[in-house]
């Protein structure tokens, strides 16, 4: 039985260090790891592999192939079935969990007929229903927003009538019993309003801009409903807009999209910081709020807390009755103080990932602390310029993330977006731009297709593994008293005793080995170093082809890294002799090893230094079956991509199946081409990996440079402007700051207010 484990370990230990030679090397064979965890612990005993030296070759585990990894990732349209919506605009589509999706409303571009149907969307069996509801059935309206709330509650908020009125009611739809309630409100009553935004967070439903007033004028409010004590705060001025998108992260209100108080298609991103105590639990008082009166702006002061009821109970298409109690509050256009906290925005006005706002049909959500933007078809748009972009809200820094042809179908159009809480799924709802041949009786379907986007194959890490930054005022951690911010408080705990010889009082029982890069003696502590030598000095000198020892504890490997586990349950040479192998670079070895420890992949000087070291802990996480891994890598790669690591990235990326970021590297390369040919990553691929990459040319491509290269987005498009800003109307109290990098190549033009 010998044989059946040394050849799959040497084949492993060949494959993965070679990998660096050749990006095709396959990993292990299938069926060789197939025979190897077939075995029984008694052949696995380590008589002879105990005769060899005190370091031993590791047997992969056999690897299963990574949920979309290694095939060319491309969303698939399904059809749906049962009463399908048609044509409905304006409407809510909300995804409320367990595969649902919820309409709520719109109206029929075709007859102007109002709707206040519920209709619900099965994911798994795609099929439209009707829901029956009860209750305080709101009346039929438009433009409004609807939040999910508790997992099983919908927040449904303003929008307009059929008679054009706008509303400023909050109705709750309970997913689970179908039946509507209206809470008794308190506080001052926000305008009516439609076509607004609207999020939940920390309790509270904030709600942003929309339309308004009898001559429907653009908001620039903000205001919040406390749903604790269902009062609402007073209004305070942020930003004109309407038909855009908000949401709450790292403690600030963002705003984007839509269009200004000019009617543009605005590319500007706003933010307010929510840490004011006035964005705390507001009083439960009743009745308008009068301190607007405080100054007069124009408009008879007598609108002012002027609430006009509905005159009549109208009846929508399905019979259900209008809820007479709708609020719809005509109040004028009055002084309102700058809402509290920092407020701060971003326009962009060039670069080769800034998606043009002004064309195509944009969706915009929210995930792993970036803002995406769906460029969907259209007929104001080429299929070949829609795409997936990200704007990551920590750096403001635009991504191109998937080109259109690589997500979507231009035969079809998109009308609506969902997005679970996770911000790992999307939805976008539409239908085919001409009528299936077997339709019959017209075609004026919007909902009648689906299709579903996993943002984890774009690198995307989910809402609930994103690092977010620490909330101001907050207490801290104790991991932030260690040098790495995103540790949790146990993995810093851990981090501590990682990699510390027993004689330290670490109490490490396991020794991990690699291969020698030469790179330990410059990572390490003088003091790691003198007791390194003095406990094992043959690891240190850099002609051996081992690497230096690194001190690790079992009961961490075996609680985080399940191919351990079968090691250790199958009793082979590493449980008898406490070491254990690993044919790849010193560097990425330690990288995996202190991730098991931290569960962080972030960058540290001396544990995972660089993007070389992250593109090999990739491959591990193949070789390994390690999802989260792979997804924290690749979350990192594609966002830090750069002129030095992006031919190695591009590597790995062929070798851990990952057709994504190999795609993403390979562009990224073919555009900074004269740039990446002189670095050290490139010139150390092999002669087939260099051809590789050279032939993901198109066959009708050429080499540009000098100014013809800054066209064509080369150098990463315009620096930052040094221009006047434009600002909003009324925003002569905010400072405009002008900025200028000199080192912004990577980077996309922006003004900053």
């Known amino acids: 039985m010998q044989g059946a484990l040394d050849c799959p370990s040497v084949l492993h230990a060949m494959s993965v260090r070679n990998h660096s030679t050749a990006a095709a090397t396959p990993l292990l064979s299938h069926n060789m790891a197939m025979q190897l965890n077939t075995a029984t612990p008694t052949d696995r005993t380590p008589t002879s592999a105990a005769s060899s030296s005190n ?17 060319n990732y491309k969303p698939k349209i399904a059809r749906t079935c049962g009463q399908r919506p048609a044509c409905l605009v304006n409407a809510s589509v909300t995804y409320c969990g367990n595969d649902q999706i919820y309409a709520f409303g719109g109206f029929d571009q075709y007859t102007d007929e109002v709707y206040n149907h519920v209709l619900k969307l099965d994911l798994k069996t795609l099929q439209w229903t009707l829901v029956d509801n009860y209750g305080d059935i709101p009346g039929v309206r438009m433009g409004h927003t609807a939040c999910l709330w508790q997992g099983s509650k919908l927040l449904v908020y ?64 903000i205001c919040y409903l406390d749903l604790k004590t269902w009062t609402w705060s007073r209004s305070w001025s942020f930003v004109h807009r ?16 839509g269009l200004d108080g000019t009617m543009e298609r605005s590319g500007e991103i706003w933010w307010l910081d929510l840490s004011s105590p006035a964005y705390k639990t507001v009083p439960a008082q009743g009745g308008p709020d009068f301190s607007t009166l405080e100054r007069q702006g124009p408009g008879p002061r007598s609108h002012i807390g002027q609430f006009n009821q509905p005159q009549h109970t109208t009846t929508g298409s399905t019979g259900y009755t209008a809820n007479s109690s709708s609020v719809q509050v005509r109040a004028s256009s009055w002084f ?33 602390g970036a803002l995406l933007d769906f460029v969907t078809p259209a007929n104001t748009i080429r299929p070949s310029d829609c795409n997936l972009s990200a704007l990551e809200l920590d750096a403001l ?113 396991f020794i991990v ?43 961490v490997l075996r609680a985080r890294w399940p191919h351990f586990t079968r090691v250790f349950k199958a009793q082979m ?25 931290t569960d962080s992949i972030a960058a540290h000087p001396v544990y995972c230094p660089s993007l070389d070291a992250v593109a090999g802990l990739l491959v591990m996480a193949n070789v390994y079956d390690m999802p989260r891994l792979r997804l924290l890598c690749l979350h990192r790669l594609s966002r830090e991509l750069d002129v030095e690591h992006a031919a190695v990235v591009w590597e790995r990326a062929g070798t851990a199946g990952e057709d994504w970021l190999q795609r993403r590297a390979a562009s990224y390369c073919l555009t900074h081409w004269g740039r990446i040919v002189r670095t050290l990553g490139f010139r150390q691929l092999s002669r087939q990996s260099m051809m590789e990459l050279c032939e993901v040319i198109d066959v009708e491509g050429r080499v540009v440079g000098g100014d013809e290269l800054e066209l064509v987005g080369g150098l990463g498009g315009a620096k930052f402007g040094v221009g006047g800003l434009g600002r909003e109307p009324g925003r002569s109290r905010q400072t ?14 922006m003004e900053l207010n």
């Open 573 to 597: 040479a590493e449980f008898h002799t406490k070491k254990m192998h690993i044919p790849e670079p010193y560097a990425v070895v330690r990288a995996f090893l202190y991730y098991l420890y």
């Open 158 to 221: 303003g929008g307009e009538n059929e008679h054009r009125e706008y509303l400023s009611d909050l109705v709750i739809f309970d997913i689970k019993t179908a039946h509507w309630t209206q809470p008794e409100l308190r506080g001052p009553i926000p305008k009516g309003r439609a076509r607004h935004a609207a999020t939940v967070y920390d309790d509270k439903l904030y709600v942003v801009g929309g339309l308004a007033g009898n001559d429907t004028y653009t908001l620039d409010e």
């Open 336 to 368: 309102k103080p700058v809402a509290p906290g920092a407020m701060s925005s971003a326009r962009f006005f060039s670069g080769p990932n800034v998606p043009s706002q002004t064309a195509g049909t944009h969706f915009h959500v929210y995930s792993s």
């Open 513 to 555: 080995t690699a291969e020698n890069d030469g790179l330990e003696d410059d990572s390490e502590s003088s003091s790691t170093r003198t007791a390194r030598s003095a406990s094992s000095p043959q690891f240190i000198s850099p002609t051996t082809p081992t690497s230096a020892p690194i001190y690790v504890h079992k009961l």
């Open 397 to 509: 820094q635009w991504q191109r993330l998937a080109e259109g042809p690589e997500i979507f179908d231009p035969a079809y159009r998109w009308h609506y977006c969902a997005v679970n809480e996770d911000g790992t799924k999307a939805w976008l709802l539409g239908c085919p731009n001409e009528a299936p041949e077997n339709a019959a009786g017209g075609f004026e379907e919007y909902l009648s297709d689906v299709v579903h986007l996993d943002l984890r194959r774009f690198g995307l890490l989910g809402n609930n593994l994103s690092f977010e930054p620490l909330a101001i005022g907050g207490q801290l951690p104790a991991s932030d008293t260690h040098p790495i911010s995103n540790l949790s408080s146990l993995g810093a705990d851990l981090s501590s005793m990682f990699d510390r010889p027993p004689e330290t009082g670490s109490d490490s029982d």
């Open 242 to 257: 309407f038909d855009h998108s908000t949401w709450v992260w790292g403690g600030r209100i963002w705003v984007f999209g």
């Open 736 to 749: 405009a700051i002008d900025v200028e990098d000199a080192d912004t190549d990577e980077n996309d033009g």
């Open 55 to 71: 370091t031993y070759l590791m047997p992969t585990s056999p690897s299963k192939k990574a949920k979309g990894t290694g095939d």
